[in-house]
Nanobody, 125 residues
């Protein structure tokens, strides 16, 4: 299974973007999903996570500005980003620590530590 992220782009400081991430196959019982980011010259860092029970966790730098949510039925996770700052410029990656996948053959299986391909967010005037 692959995670396909979308919604990145160029936005002015103070603007908003909404990122989406969807699994490429039918899923069940996805555990923790989240977003990470890597800014130029920096290490990858946690942005936010949401559990299957919809408990959320945020990096201090985005609290009050970003909101993570998920649609369990669709196997999708979202990141609403408001009041964007230049420091938010990065490639954003979605992640799931465990995904239950329903194969086309009808077989159910799990995949672990699944990452999306990344979507670029650039905050600039």
């Amino acid at each position: 299974v692959q995670l396909q992220a979308s919604g990145g782009g160029l936005v002015q400081p103070g603007g908003s973007l909404r990122l989406s991430c969807v699994a490429s196959e039918s899923t069940f019982s996805t555990n923790v999903m989240g977003w990470y980011r890597r800014a130029p010259g920096k290490q990858r860092e946690l942005v936010a996570t949401v559990s299957s029970a919809k408990r959320t966790n945020y990096a201090d730098s985005v609290k009050g500005r970003f909101t993570i949510s998920r649609d369990n039925a669709k196997g999708t996770v979202y990141l609403q980003m408001n009041s964007l700052e230049r420091e938010d410029t990065a490639v954003y990656y979605c992640y799931a620590d465990r995904i239950g996948v329903i194969r086309s053959s009808g077989i159910f299986s799990y995949e672990y530590d699944v990452w999306g391909q990344g979507t670029q967010v650039t905050v600039s005037s």
